[in-house]
DNA sequence: ATGGTTGTACGACAA
């Protein structure tokens, strides 16, 4: 079983190149962030025509999540319990085997301001939630873009990013305690190696230059890190036209027998 | 260089 997660920057403008994706990559389960369209304007007809199911929790202008299925998602939830509003930045559902909980969670702008605030207090609602998921679902992946460098090794320039938004201590100390509740960082059960990355800003040539961070992931329970079978960053959209400032992240999980 | 670019929606604001 292979699952996705893409923040997309916009639907409308990215949907050409996440159906060609779809098409080329076949993923059963493909996560999107950033969708940025109401429900009532989510282009659904052309996620089935592409033979996917689709769910999605949107809102104008920011934020909006979506959960593209080939197994018709079911048990769908579009708020996370204890959130400090009503941001549209989570959705779960099951799909097959797989209970699916795709996350945007909040950049946080700047160390100390209120929006990092914020990001904390959504972090740790959704700790809270993945505790909450796992005692239910052996089979739980949590994806998508968590807006956090784990570590040093995530980070084109550790010195450069030292205590700034994305990889300071308060936010990384967040992401851990994710991994505490019982998720694994899948792409962390491949391979240790430094400079992989899956956002580069827009800005000063930073893709270009290799100026990235890993801030996109697949989270997993243990029952699924015992069966990663791969996980990539696919950077190939994020050589073409007009991309994403983020590339998706596949991962592939070992289910014969389960 | 307190810079730069993109998306939303037409002026800021978020990222």
């Known amino acids: 079983m292979r699952v996705a997660t893409w923040n997309v920057n916009s639907l409308r403008v990215r949907l050409p190149q996440v159906l060609a994706w779809l098409a080329a990559e076949a993923p059963d389960v493909l996560a999107l962030q950033e969708t940025k369209v109401p429900d009532e304007a989510f282009p659904a007809l052309e ?14 202008t920011y934020n909006g999540v ?16 204890g959130a400090p509003d009503g941001q549209r930045r989570y959705l779960a559902a099951t799909c097959g085997p797989l209970r699916v909980i795709d996350v945007y969670v909040p ?3 700047a160390v100390g ?8 207090a959504w972090m740790e609602a959704l700790a809270a939630q993945v505790r909450a998921e796992l005692a ?17 090794r995530d980070v084109h320039d550790p010195e450069l990013w030292r205590e700034r938004v994305l990889a300071s201590t308060p936010e990384r100390e967040a992401f851990r305690a994710l991994l505490e509740a019982g998720l694994c960082d ?3 059960r491949i391979t240790g190696e430094a400079g992989i990355h899956t956002w580069w800003d827009y800005r000063m ?14 989270l997993a329970s243990p029952a699924l890190c015992g069966r990663v079978r791969a996980c990539r960053v696919d950077r190939a959209p994020r050589e073409g036209e007009r991309p ?3 590339a998706p992240v596949v991962a592939e999980f070992d289910l014969a027998g389960s």
Do not use: T
Request: overall charge neutral; proline content about 6%; cysteine-free.
């Open 66 to 81: 979506a959960i593209v299925s080939r197994l018709p998602p079911a048990e769908v939830a579009d708020a996370l319990p």
């Open 244 to 246: 994403s400032d983020h």
């Open 136 to 152: 239910r679902h052996p089979l739980l992946v949590v994806l998508g873009d968590f807006n956090v460098a784990p570590e040093d």
């Open 113 to 120: 301001s209120d929006k990092f605030a914020y990001k904390l």
């Open 47 to 60: 996620f089935r025509e592409a033979g996917y199911h689709v769910v999605f929790a949107g809102e104008k």
């Open 205 to 218: 040539n930073a893709y270009r230059r290799g100026m990235g961070l890993r801030i996109d992931h697949v």
């Open 107 to 109: 950049n946080g702008q």
């Open 186 to 188: 899948v792409l962390r």
